[in-house]
C-alpha cells in the first residue's frame, strides 16, 4: 500500500521523483518503489506516469484513491509504462508531502543501471517531466530521471529470489533427502508400533498360560482328595 507522508527540511530542488529496489539484480525480477514528493506550494499531485524498459511483467501495488493504467506494445505485449491517476474527491499527494508507488515485476535488463523517467502532473495541470539523464560531467540535471542500479546476480542465484544448482538439482536432492526422511519416519513408527502390539500379546499369553496351569493345578488336588476318600470308605 502506498505510504504518504510529510517533506520536512528538504528543498524543491532536491525533492526530486526517485526509484530504488534494493533486491533486484541485472535479469531479475523484483519490486520496485518511487518515492515521490510534491514540490508545488499550492496545488496536489493528481497523476504519475512511470515508463518501463518492456518488462515481461508488471504489476502496480494496490493503492487506495489510485486508478492505475498499465501500457503494453501490442506487438509483444510487454509492459512499457504504468499510470497512477487519483480518483475524484480524493488529496491525492498533498503539498508538502509524498507517496510512494511500487511496481513487482521483470526481468530487469542485464545493466548497471537502468533509467526509469517519470511524468509528475500536479492538479492545476502543471507538469513535471523527470527523464533527463546525468550528465557526463556527473552533475544533476533540473529534472533527473529516477535511476536503479543493479548488482550483478550471483552465480547460480534464481532471478525470483531463489537458488538453484544445476538445473534444480539441489532442490530435487533435498526433496528425495526429505522423502527419505519422512519414509524412514514411518517405517521407525510402524516398527514401535508392532513391537508394542507384540509384547502386549506376550503379555495377555503369559497370563493365559498362568491361569491355565492354575486350573489345572487346582482340578489335579480335587482328584487326588476323591481317590482317597474312595479308599477310606473301602477300608
Known sequence: MAATA?????GAASAHVTANAPTLTQGGYGVV??????ESDTAATTE???????LKSARPEV???WKTTVAKDPST???????????????????????????????FPEQESVSLPA????????????SQPMTEGGEEPEHPAPTLTLPAAEEGADHHGGSTSHGGTTSTANADTATV??????????????????????????????????????????????????????A
Open 6 to 10: 510529510t517533506l520536512a527540511g528538504v
Open 33 to 38: 518503489t518511487l518515492v515521490v514528493p510534491n
Open 48 to 54: 504519475l506516469t512511470v515508463t518501463l524498459p518492456k
Open 181 to 234: 526422511s519422512a519414509s524412514d519416519s514411518s517405517t521407525d513408527g510402524a516398527a514401535r508400533w508392532l513391537g508394542g502390539i507384540g509384547l502386549v500379546v506376550g503379555a495377555l499369553g503369559a497370563v493365559f498360560g498362568v491361569a491355565a496351569l492354575t486350573r489345572s493345578g487346582r482340578r489335579g488336588d480335587a482328584k487326588t482328595g476323591g481317590d482317597q476318600t474312595g479308599r477310606g470308605d473301602d
Open 119 to 130: 511524468l509528475q502532473t500536479y492538479a492545476d495541470g502543471v507538469k513535471a517531466d523527470w
Open 77 to 107: 505485449e510487454e509492459v512499457t509504462s504504468i499510470t497512477w491517476t487519483a480518483l475524484p474527491n480524493t488529496p491525492g499527494v498533498p503539498v508538502g508531502e509524498f507517496a510512494q508507488f511500487r511496481i513487482s515485476g521483470g526481468p
Open 63 to 65: 493503492m487506495p484513491g
